[in-house]
């Protein structure tokens, strides 16, 4: 059975009472770190369920769930990292 891209899922699930998160995924990017997390941290983090179709579920504590909106640069920061581009463009030369 193939899934469609929508039907391809990621669900972050907690609620206040317990600790851990379930975490839900298709994809293959998320599924690769928590892969390597469950290796890194066992006692931390484990794969509960494969569906089957591609999906798996995982366990994690859910302190590690963040939300992260993109860094914002001032105009400075932003002429900073542009001079350092381009001095490490010219050195690879």
Known sequence: MTLTKVEQETIV???EAEATASVY???AALQRILLELCQS???QASRTEDN???GLTFEI???WVKIAPPRAL???QKKVLEDMNRRNQERRK
Do not use: D, I, V
């Open 13 to 15: 699930l907690f609620n």
């Open 25 to 27: 995924t298709h994809n």
């Open 41 to 43: 941290h066992p006692a």
């Open 52 to 54: 089957r179709h591609g």
């Open 61 to 63: 504590p859910k302190k």
């Open 74 to 76: 001032s105009e400075a």
